[in-house]
């Protein structure tokens, strides 16, 4: 499994080499369903939104974080999430919001924020 999660974090960084914010989110999907492909966990998909929206959800713990990123396009808001949370996304390679929400939206992409 180890292999596998560096493979994917490998294929991640090639992904995630574009500021295309739609590209980026898309990148953010494929990655979090690999990973859960890798753990043999289920993913969930649901119907992309019509319209980019401000998703706040109550995640419990990691693996629920990435089948949400899984179950549609979109990028998820670091501000929101615990550090250790922040690390796991970065060590496999899933793409956050680095640029204002409101960007995001009118670039046509959903943001995943994380509540308390």
Known sequence: MIAELCGLAIDARAMSR????????NASRWIAANALAISRRPIT???????PRVCEEHIADFGDLLAALAAAPALV???TLPA???LGLQAIGVPVLDRPVAAALS???SVLRVAA
């Open 18 to 25: 574009t500021r295309d914010l739609p590209a980026l989110a």
């Open 45 to 51: 998909p649901r119907l992309p939104p019509y319209q």
């Open 77 to 79: 808001d670091p501000a």
């Open 84 to 86: 250790s949370w922040r």
């Open 107 to 109: 670039a046509g992409v």
